[in-house]
């Protein structure tokens, strides 16, 4: 497996509050990427990152922002957690010389009450 | 816009009946495509993918997809699954070169009855 950690693994918290999600990897790719799972829906690009400090919005980025600082972290931030961000969100990462496969961390069960 | 459609949402077979989950997408360029699985409890793994050549592709776990350029498809097949292919599975398409973005369908859920 690629070393992709997810931090917290699972979460609940309440509306209103602030919320961060961590993604770590140690294969020194150059693109991250933050999804989320839900039932019906399949995987929904959130935002990825194309490099250090460089990052774009996905299909449902509303209500949520990313930060890249380093290569190795990747970080989604809830500014303020609503039920509809209630989901289990997965980082991926990849890298031009993969041939474009993307490698998947375990997950973040994220209950917004 | 891309997208892609799984039309199979869920599918109930017994051990050792033949399997094809069906994929569409909607892009007009070149594309790369993937099919990817996600066991119970677990992240999603890479089944098999298509950059170029070959239109049937050979991935792990003797899974296999044909890419119909002409039907805008890349269908899943296994001719005998297993109890333990009980899953769920995503079609992924690359399209958009040079921004790395990734579409997933919206997944079916494959229960094998033994």
């Known amino acids: 497996d690629a070393g992709i950690t997810q931090s917290p693994r699972h979460k609940v918290t309440e509306t209103g509050t602030p919320v961060t999600l961590r993604c770590h990897q140690t294969?020194?790719?150059?693109?991250m990427y933050w999804y989320r799972q839900d039932p019906g829906h399949g995987l929904r690009l959130i935002h990825y990152?194309?490099?250090?400090?460089?990052?774009d919005k996905g299909e449902v980025s509303d209500g949520y922002s990313v930060s890249r600082s380093k290569t190795e972290d990747f970080l989604l931030t809830l500014e303020s957690a609503t039920s509809s961000q209630t989901s289990v969100y997965f980082c991926?990462?990849?890298?031009?010389?993969?041939?474009?496969?993307?490698?998947f961390g375990p997950g973040t069960r994220l209950t917004v009450t | 816009a891309q997208s892609v459609s799984q039309h199979n949402h869920h599918v109930i077979l017994s051990e050792a009946a033949s399997l094809e989950l069906g994929c569409n997408y909607s892009?007009?360029?070149?594309?790369?495509l993937f099919w990817y699985v996600q066991y119970p409890g677990q992240h999603l793994q890479l089944l098999l993918k298509?950059?170029?050549?070959?239109?049937l592709v050979k991935g792990i776990k003797g899974f296999e997809a044909e890419f119909i350029k002409s039907k805008f498809s890349f269908n899943l097949r296994k001719p005998s699954v297993q109890w333990s292919d009980t899953a769920e599975y995503f079609c992924?398409?690359?399209?958009?070169?040079?921004?790395?973005?990734?579409?997933f369908g919206t997944g079916t859920r494959l229960k094998v009855l033994a």
């Open positions: 990152s194309y490099g250090v400090k460089d990052t």
């Open positions: 298509y950059f170029s050549g070959d239109p």
């Open positions: 991926a990462i990849s890298d031009p010389g993969g041939a474009y496969e993307q490698y």
């Open positions: 892009y007009g360029g070149t594309v790369n």
């Open positions: 294969e020194n790719h150059r693109y």
């Open positions: 992924a398409v690359n399209g958009d070169s040079g921004t790395y973005k990734y579409i």
